[in-house]
């Protein structure tokens, strides 16, 4: 990458009142070569890019918090709606096997 | 980079924390019920039992016992000697016969005997919960006896 004659006169047109370190436009030349020969980033970072930005962003990173808990216990309230109903039937099962003595021996088999 | 990853996993574990947490808070009583031996509690929350009623029906209970584990025995029996008898014979046989009524009675007792238990361990609960038990037991023991629609517990 070649240093471009119109970038720096406009650079130094628009920071015409600010003092720049002696290498500076070495320097900003120096970090685009290096972003350009840096390694393409994988596909799934592409893909994951703007869901990252939103991250950054502590609005969005407490919403996100907030649907994950939200999530997680309507995903486990429902599990949990399922799992009391099966144990409520075997309870009900186990107190059948109290007093009818054919569902007592097939719980014992 | 590394910020975002950070959120991502924070998120991931707050979802995980919260799954498991109220996972555990909402199946902790019937999960102390399945791990206890006496299934008492089980009929003191189903049937909404006072203290003193729940005693009455493990009182009944523990008398049943000996009676039930009794009937077991001849079922055991009456199923043995069937099965026996219809292993050797190629024809229907007096004994047979005999003893498939036998099999039949012995089942027609230990239904009476169970619904005998059901109906007195019923009168000491409330009214509504009485109706309800009865209609779980019979449902169970005699499946489809029932065809109008009762708010049973299945």
């Known amino acids: ?109 | 980079m590394k910020k975002p990853i950070l959120v991502l996993l924070a998120v991931v574990a707050v979802a995980t924390a919260a799954y498991f947490a109220c996972y555990h808070f909402a199946t902790r009583e019937t999960r102390q019920m399945l791990g206890n031996a006496d299934n008492m509690a089980w009929l003191r929350m189903e049937f909404g039992l006072t203290g003193e009623q729940a005693g009455a029906i493990a009182k009944l209970q523990a008398d049943y016992e000996p009676r039930c584990m009794e009937m077991c025995d001849r079922i055991a029996k009456s199923g043995e000697r069937l099965g026996m008898l219809l292993q050797k014979s190629t024809t229907m046989t007096p004994e047979l016969e005999a003893a498939m009524r036998e099999a039949s009675q012995t089942q027609a007792d230990c239904h009476a005997a169970t619904l005998a238990q059901a109906f007195a361990i019923s009168t000491h609960m409330a009214p509504e919960q009485a109706v309800r038990y009865r209609a779980m037991i019979a449902e169970r023991i005699m499946p489809g006896t029932l065809r109008h629609d009762t708010a049973i517990h299945r």
Do not use: C
């Open chain 1, 1 to 109: 990458m070649n240093d471009d004659p119109q970038l720096r006169e406009l650079l130094k047109e628009s920071l015409s009142d600010v003092q720049v370190p002696l290498r500076f436009g070495a320097d900003v030349w120096q970090r685009i070569q290096a972003r350009s020969e840096a390694p393409a980033k994988h596909g799934w970072a592409r893909l994951f890019e703007p869901l990252f930005a939103l991250l950054m962003r502590p609005a969005f990173a407490a919403v996100a918090l907030l649907l994950a808990a939200g999530g997680g216990v309507a995903v486990a309230s429902m599990r949990a709606t399922d799992a009391n109903e099966q144990a409520r039937t075997a309870l009900a099962e186990r107190h059948v096997a109290t007093l009818d003595p054919y569902a007592r021996l097939m719980a014992m088999r």
